[in-house]
């Protein structure tokens, strides 16, 4: 008898690992089944047509099947634009479309696969918000250096403009991708997957922190400022002596030492708290895809260092998707639209138009708007930009280390009823924000009005 019921216990122990099995089987079936079909192995996908096409807004082709293997626009310099939001035929880039969607492109579903059958169709097609050929002219304007820019309508979410490099041209893989350091990171969409070193841009982060702390008395506060002064036992720089100065005028002059003395009058909890609700040091998602963290962490920071960070330097970080969500809602009276990537909504639908996630309130948003809109007219130049559109930015320029040029940035947004357009532009090692960053916003938004 105790035979018989150790060998029941076996079989017991047995069955369970069996139907374990299967479980696992049937729940990762569900959750990878598409990546496990689109693998290169699987030429049928390929050969028969039945991975569905790739579109802009405009129904220009970006990829497509043909003769069992899969094609891009003709366009080499549009195939390098749009590689890292269309994705590559290997699935290396995994933030694209071509990998995202694959349930939808292959009309694969768990249940039947890859099959066609009165309950599933194959080769669905995607059609994007974004304008393929403002891509292509925010590549152009980068002028072969790294970085990423990112457009969208704060209105109703669409995603206008994405591009990131380094890119390479996915019809002709270069062999040695993988060694070349000039193709380092080309896996990587800095636009979504990214955080850099602000620098500039940082000091609307460090202005609203303001605003929450002193809500009725942030317009009096002045700062002296003589290029150079002593804070925390070291140095704080400018590139200028800008004398007396308030707020408006301290972001126009991009006044180093104006936002080193606020940060640390509003102390570095306030200010990484303030920082926080703009979305810094929390994950943020894209629909499915992870977000890189924008970070401002401050614990333990020295009066010098907490100086540095208020001009977006020390160890804060900032990721262009979310930097573009924060100009969307000081354009949109202190909430911003989710953003999203095709036309019908699907996997990356989010809010759409329906509704908005708030980030501050209305009047700490006009004000950020109103000093933006200042620093362009009184400070940069409304001939930056084409005419007509009211737009609203700010640059920065990331100090990186001393071997290399800074991160050059533009953010803003143009506060127009016909083109409400958010964007962040980064261009690496450019030593020059206006006519690198802003180059690459002017050729983008003169494509999108055109």
């Keep these: ?12 122990i047995l069955l369970f690992a069996f139907l374990g099995g299967i479980g696992w089987l049937v729940v990762n079936l569900f959750i990878q089944g598409s990546q496990w079909a689109m693998q290169p192995y699987n030429g049928h996908i390929y050969i028969d047509g039945s991975m569905g096409d790739v579109e802009d807004r405009d129904g220009n082709i970006l990829a497509y099947t043909e003769d069992g293997s899969r094609k891009y626009s003709d366009s080499e310099t549009a ?7 269309v994705g590559d035929t290997e699935g290396y880039i995994s933030t694209s479309v071509q990998y995202t969607l694959q349930n939808k492109l292959t009309g694969f579903n768990p249940v039947f696969g890859l099959n066609r059958t009165i309950f ?12 393929s050929n403002a891509c292509t002219a925010a590549y152009n304007a980068m002028e072969g250096h790294n970085g990423g820019a990112i457009f969208y309508n704060y209105k109703n979410g ?47 982060v460090t202005s609203f922190a303001a605003m929450e702390k002193w809500p009725d008395t ?3 506060l002045t700062y002296s400022c003589a290029e150079s002064e002593d804070i925390g036992g070291s140095n704080i720089t400018c590139l200028g002596y800008h004398g007396d100065q308030d707020m408006q005028a301290a972001l126009g002059n991009s006044c180093n030492l104006y936002f080193a ?16 609700k703009l979305g810094f040091n929390k994950p943020l998602d894209f629909s499915s895809i992870e977000i890189a963290e924008s970070e401002c962490n401050l614990s333990g920071a020295n009066a010098n260092q907490l100086g540095w960070a208020g001009v977006g330097q020390y160890t804060v970080l900032v990721n262009p998707y979310q930097m573009m969500t924060v100009m969307g809602a000081v354009a949109n009276g202190g909430s911003y639209v989710q953003p999203r990537l095709t036309e019908d909504g699907g996997l990356f639908g989010g809010l759409g138009s329906s509704g908005g996630i708030s980030l501050m309130s209305q009047a700490q948003a006009n004000n950020l708007k109103t000093m933006m809109r200042s620093t362009v007219s009184g400070y940069y130049g409304d001939w930056l930009f084409p005419d007509g559109l009211n737009v609203c930015a700010k640059t920065g320029t990331g100090e990186v280390g001393e071997t290399r040029e800074p991160n050059c940035w533009m953010v803003g947004f143009c506060d127009s009823d016909s083109y409400p357009i958010a964007f962040a532009v980064l261009v690496e090692e450019s030593n020059n924000s206006l006519g690198a960053a802003g180059g690459v916003v002017n050729a983008v938004l003169s494509e999108l009005i055109s």
């Design 1 to 12: 008898m105790k035979t018989v019921g150790l060998r029941s216990i076996v079989l017991y």
């Design 79 to 85: 195939r390098r634009a749009l590689l890292h939001t």
């Design 120 to 131: 599933s169709s194959l080769g669905s097609t995607v059609k994007l918000t974004l304008d």
């Design 158 to 204: 669409n995603i206008l403009c994405k591009v990131s490099a380094p890119s390479y041209d996915p019809l002709n893989v270069p062999e040695n991708i993988d060694s070349d350091p000039a193709y380092k990171g080309a896996y990587l969409d800095n636009t979504l997957s990214g955080s850099f070193t602000p620098g500039s841009i940082f000091k609307l």
């Design 218 to 220: 942030w317009t009096g």
């Design 261 to 276: 003395k606020l940060a640390n009058d509003i102390g570095a909890a306030d200010l990484q708290k303030s920082a926080g």
